[in-house]
């Protein structure tokens, strides 16, 4: 660890030859500055600089930050990261970090905001209920204070984005809460979905499905047509890794928004019980009837579905675009012939273009203390470091010069130091050992984790073309007390019981057709009507129906 700290030192060293200036200039804004940095336009840039840049000469404002510390355990927040370094020169702040491991966070920030004693300025939320400990007088009600003066960029964002601010104001009116923006932007640059083995399609003549119906032909001649050329009938046609990922061919969500989707009418519905999610079990049912998927796609871990990747006995997986490398290089150091070489979503039955699914637009909802005495700084500092694009920049990028570069078309490029680090880091591990992708809240730039695929052309070429086939996620506002207790009482069972079913349908241990109706009817009398009705009231909230 020593050496990767020392090769970081000399690159910051060499950084200092480049300017900084391109990434905050407004006329630069390039397409990797286009997903969560366009919080703030050219006009909105300038009055937010004058609005919110320290004085000159001023002492660093103290900010105490409570989250959980960074995902590479080497590069602890509290002993200085790159980006963080630059973020607290910029704004003229020093963070005193308040921190904790990933399992212990939860319960620590829950124990303390009861306590209501001695908090941070600043908190990650995460499963925090904001409105209890905003109702209680803990968590600062800052909905005052949302406006040009102390938070400019998100106020641009909410202009831009209302569901955004729908998403983080409680059912009382108020807001407890700001956050980053996710969302489109991991997706956009890395999406996950079907990779199918070309040299299984070139040894049986066969093209990429486009539908259901080609994609169960291809299955099938998979498991019949001795795909692998080794005259043994060993294929496993599809992983099964996430069969979730057909429901999109029925205008479904499942690996998204879950139990929850809009109807035509634009009105909040139960997905299991819906019959497009029928049709979709009837589906997978006969994808695993007929051999055509893993018969241990629900009892098999991940490092045993790997394994058999590895050996080339699926002719299709499921992946993240980025992730797909780990297996094609598995399959080259088995002289596997062939590679996992993604393809479009499918069709909907109804005809409609497929899609993928965004994920959930909040990254790291933050709070405030009601007690810090520095609340405006704690603002600006916040709004600045997730909606800006100087911030932006830094928290997905990392270093000018040390972590990327920027070419003379505007185009951000990664550096060796993250794609083929000395130290022997992965790009994450290198990153994040200067400070990017952080556990404390941040906006994701779709092009950060495209440029991370640039020396793997299979997905790199082919992600701009996948961007147009991305679905925007469902948005909820805050659940309330009231309406947590009513939830928690009713979903523990139906979730249980949904996904139990949902399993039993498929291998046919419960019967899709005949035993259907009493499904449903149970899920009913379990009362399903209601949380409907609350998802309905989150949802009408946020989107200001």
Known sequence: ?????????????????????????????????TAATTAATTAAGTTVAASTAPAAGTEPTVLKYATFDNYYANASYADGVPVV????????????????????YATTMETRLAANADLPDIMNLMSVDPEKYGSAGVLADITGYIGMEYTPYSMKWFEDHPEFLGAITSSDGKVYQLAGYRGR????????????????????????????????ETLTAFKNGDPNRNEKADEIP?????????????????????????????????TYTQEAYRDYLRYVHKLYDEGLMDP???TMGKDQRNAKTAQGVYGMINSWFASSKTYNDALVSNNIEGQF??????????????FFMALTILCRPTGFAASSKVLTEALRFFDWSVMSDEANILTNFGIEGVSYTVDDRGVYHYTDYALKNPDGLTPMEALRALGCWPTFAYSFIKDSRYAMNETYPLVYDLTPAMREYVRDSLVFAPISAEQSAVYNMHMTDIDTYANEMMLKFIDG???????????????????VGEVVEIMQARYDTANKK
């Open 341 to 354: 070489v993604p393809i479009l979503p499918l069709d909907q039955e109804n005809g409609e273009k497929g």
């Open 296 to 298: 241990e796609f629900a």
């Open 185 to 216: 932007g991991e997706v956009e640059g890395d999406p996950y979905g079907l990779f199918m083995q070309d040299a299984w399609l070139a040894n049986l003549g066969l093209e990429q499905p486009t539908n259901l119906t080609e994609m169960y």
């Open 1 to 33: 660890m020593k050496h990767a700290i020392r090769t970081i030192a000399v690159l910051l060293m060499c950084a200092l030859l480049f300017s900084l200036t391109a990434c905050a200039q407004s006329g630069e804004q390039t397409s990797a500055t």
């Open 85 to 104: 370094q630059k973020m607290e020169e910029i704004m003229n702040v020093k963070i005193e970090w308040e921190l904790t491991t990933s399992s212990q």
């Open 238 to 270: 599809y992983s099964g890794e996430n069969y979730k990922i057909f429901a999109s061919s029925y205008g479904l969500t499942l690996y998204t928004d879950g139990a929850w989707m809009k109807d035509d009418a634009g009105s909040i519905q139960y």
């Open 509 to 527: 241990s419960a019967d899709l057709e005949n035993g259907w109706d009493e499904y449903v009817g149970n899920i009913e009398s379990i009362g």
